[in-house]
């Protein structure tokens, strides 16, 4: 079975440029999640999506990010303009549903740096 | 509010010593409790999760973990570590039944010694 597949796994960018990230997760699961990893720190839940709806979106910094997951399958992150605090890690994870015991499955994230 | 705490940042251990990574939380609920772990360049991979009953969990790998309620703690054992067990440990809070968010704590970079 695949796993949870992210892309680009690497990005390098200049200040106020555009960037987004793409994530596939497993097949049937209905939950995905978008993570940010400082340096350092945990994951920081960004957002989380039951099929298409975003039923959490609070920790989402919405006057740069926007996320979407059209169909309920692969989701975008984009970030516009990027800021040099954006540097980081950008995980996504999937779960057959969305209640407390379910386990999450990560990929492997994608590594942004912004100059 | 709820937090996760890992009070070492960086342990050091010797190939075929045991292990105790610890972590404390704060949540005023039943927690549900997990440890993940992340290889250098990997996503984060479940060693193991509480939810209820038997308070000594077994995961993956040969990892343990044992919720104590009284000292609002979940910390991670191993008898023998091997020097692929070198990586970083997450513990993480579950808020509730009807969300999957998960509170993490900062880690627990672990190095192991030949």
């Known amino acids: ?115 | 509010a709820q937090s996760v705490t890992q009070p070492d940042i960086h342990i050091t251990v010797s190939e075929g010593a045991s292990l105790e990574l610890r972590c404390n939380y704060s949540y005023g609920a039943t927690p549900y409790l997990f440890w993940y772990v992340q290889s250098p360049g990997q996503g984060l991979q479940l060693l193991l999760k509480y939810f209820s009953g038997d308070t000594l969990v077994q995961g993956i790998k040969g990892f343990e973990a044992e919720f104590k309620r009284s000292q609002s703690s979940f910390n991670l054992r191993k008898p023998s570590v091997h020097w692929s067990d070198a990586a970083e440990y997450f513990c993480a809070v579950g808020l509730s039944s009807n969300t999957g968010k998960l509170i993490f704590g900062q880690g627990t970079t672990l190095q192991v010694k030949p």
């Open chain 1, 1 to 115: 079975e695949a796993g949870v597949v992210q892309s680009p796994r690497y990005k390098i960018i200049e200040k106020k440029q555009p960037v987004a990230f793409w994530c596939n997760p497993i097949s049937g699961h209905n939950t995905l999640y978008w993570y940010l990893q400082n340096l350092g720190q945990g994951p920081e839940l960004l957002i989380r999506y039951e099929n298409e709806e975003a039923v959490d979106d609070s920790q989402l910094p919405k006057d740069r990010f926007s996320a979407e997951r059209l169909k309920g399958v692969d989701s975008t992150l984009k970030i516009q303009p990027a800021e040099l605090g954006d540097s980081a890690v950008y995980l996504c994870a999937s779960s057959l549903g969305d209640r407390g015991l379910e386990t999450q499955y990560f990929g492997p994230g994608t590594r942004l740096l912004v100059l």
